[in-house]
T-cell receptor
Framework: DAGVTQSPTHLIKTRGQQVTLRCSPKSGHDTVSWYQQALGQGPQFIFQYYEEEERQRGNFPDRFSGHQFPNYSSELNVNALLLGDSALYLC?????????????FGDGTRLSIL | GESVGLHLPTLSVQEGDNSIINCAYSNSASDYFIWYKQESGKGPQFIIDIRSNMDKRQGQRVTVLLNKTVKHLSLQIAATQPGDSAVYFCAENGDDYKLSFGAGTTVTVRA
């Protein structure tokens, strides 16, 4: 049973560029959330997707956008990259429609901005 | 606003001893809490969860205690092993959609 998978594992970009990160949820999960984890900090919620729509958003600018596909996989897009966007980007999935289900995380994409 | 925090950023424990990691939360409306373990280069790994209608839950070598009166959560690890060395996060589910994490406690197991 495959867990949450993310690609790529590492990425290097320069300021002003755009990036797309990808996530496949755990089998049986239909809800995908994205988190940003700066070095030495806990993950910070970016947004969550369910039924191909953004259901809730954290305190992140519009440069951060996402998408969910019919097969429940998801993409995170970041435009006009800033040095401060360097972080580990984590995807988490869970079963929607049921309360209090744990989110399961992938191993993340390490994004470095030069 | 809601916040989740851990009392100590680091914990050093002798192999074989029990570990206790503490966490305080501020949102009294939170109804679901999760402990995660994060090893270097990996994503957070689910350890155990607890709902607000419980005050204790046990797993394999781990116990989570919830004290809603003082808004405090703890994770106890029995007979700590070298493989338990990691960063531990408590997370709060204040609503159905997102988790709020603290900064984490780094646990180092001494041989």
């Amino acid at each position: 049973d495959a867990g949450v998978t993310q690609s790529p594992t590492h990425l290097i970009k320069t300021r002003g560029q755009q990036v797309t990160l990808r996530c496949s949820p755990k089998s049986g999960h239909d809800t995908v959330s994205w988190y940003q984890q700066a070095l030495g900090q806990g993950p910070q919620f970016i947004f969550q997707y369910y039924e191909e729509e953004e259901r809730q958003r954290g305190n992140f600018p519009d440069r951060f956008s996402g998408h969910q596909f019919p097969n429940y996989s998801s993409e995170l897009n970041v435009n006009a990259l800033l040095l401060g966007d360097s972080a580990l980007y984590l995807c988490a999935s869970r079963r929607g429609g049921a309360e209090n289900q744990p989110q399961h995380f992938g191993d993340g994409t390490r994004l470095s901005i030069l | 606003g809601e916040s989740v925090g851990l009392h100590l950023p680091t914990l050093s424990v002798q192999e074989g001893d029990n570990s206790i990691i503490n966490c305080a939360y501020s949102n009294s409306a939170s109804d679901y809490f999760i402990w995660y373990k994060q090893e270097s280069g990996k994503g957070p790994q689910f350890i155990i969860d607890i709902r607000s209608n419980m005050d204790k839950r046990q797993g394999q070598r781990v116990t989570v205690l919830l004290n809603k009166t003082v808004k405090h959560l703890s994770l106890q690890i029995a007979a700590t092993q070298p493989g338990d060395s990691a960063v531990y996060f408590c997370a709060e589910n204040g609503d159905d959609y997102k988790l709020s994490f603290g900064a984490g406690t780094t646990v180092t197991v001494r041989a």
